[in-house]
């Protein structure tokens, strides 16, 4: 990718389950906010331009990141992805492409988002993608007989050939800023849900003639995001195995990881 990095971090939801009156993206996985850790992978991708789009909480969320050189701004009413997308719109450079990540996505690696960049350029937008043992509730990557992505489609939206696909969509894109602005007004709510999904992006992208590109994500864990406190757990106790392997990898003897 040639193009100039811009980056959005969507943060606005509640996490009503997990049952707490922090805003989701504050609590902490290995004792660091998550939406802190998704904003220091970030700027290891060199970003020109970062901004969090928040909502449910925000004053708590800027007020704990203040010292975090980023700018913020409020999506009110959670309308869906498009939607809060729309909210950063104004702070967008047009002649970059915008990367899209989520708050309470705390695990995915800046090599994996390189990988996604590099597939991309002015006239191409890409999705990141993953194969997972249970797709249920997540959105489908639908293929065409050559392989090509033709949509992604949601759970609730899905026919039952379609929800036997196991490769989802992560929700991460990346898409430049002047088509971004062309097409996130012609994304319509009618969905099961009557919310502006992102992922119309694909389908509005075939229409123009614009290629849509993947990148695999290998790692299930880098794409999982948290909405209770049971992830929450699940991914603490995979980030402090990844942690142990790295020490070990570096000349460190554990001898019962389980207990690190």
């Keep these: 990718m040639n193009l100039k990095l811009n980056v959005v971090v969507l943060a606005a939801g509640k996490g009503t389950r997990m049952k707490s009156a922090r805003p989701k993206v504050l609590h902490r996985l290995a004792g660091k906010p998550l939406l802190l850790h998704v904003l220091d992978t970030a700027r290891k991708l060199e970003c020109a331009n970062l901004q969090v789009v928040t909502g449910f909480g925000s004053e708590a ?48 690696k800046a090599d994996t988002l390189k990988a996604l960049l590099y597939e991309v350029d002015a006239d191409s937008m890409g ?6 043992d249970n797709p249920t509730g997540l959105g489908r990557i639908i293929r065409s007989e050559s392989g090509q992505i033709t949509r992604i489609v949601e759970e609730k939206d899905a026919s039952e050939s379609e ?27 009618d969905n099961a849900q009557r919310e502006y999904y992102l992922t119309d992006l694909v389908e509005l992208a075939i229409a123009d003639g614009i290629a849509v590109v993947t990148s695999l994500c290998q790692d299930q864990a880098e794409i999982a995001g ?32 389980s207990r690190v």
């Design 61 to 108: 969320v800027e007020q704990e990141l203040a010292s975090a050189d980023t700018s913020f701004v409020l999506q009110e009413e959670q309308l869906g992805t498009a939607h809060a997308v729309q909210q950063a719109l104004a702070g967008f450079e047009d002649d970059a492409v915008a990367l899209v990540l989520y708050g309470d996505v705390p695990l995915i």
């Design 127 to 132: 999705v990141l993608t993953c194969v997972v």
């Design 163 to 189: 929800k036997a696909v196991d490769e989802i969509n992560t929700g991460f894109m990346a898409i430049p800023v002047n088509l971004l602005k062309k097409w996130l007004p012609r994304i319509q709510a």
């Design 226 to 257: 948290i909405n209770d406190r049971v992830q929450l757990a699940e991914l603490e106790r995979k980030y402090q195995n990844s942690m142990n392997e790295e020490l070990m990898i570096n000349g460190v003897s554990v001898a019962a990881t």
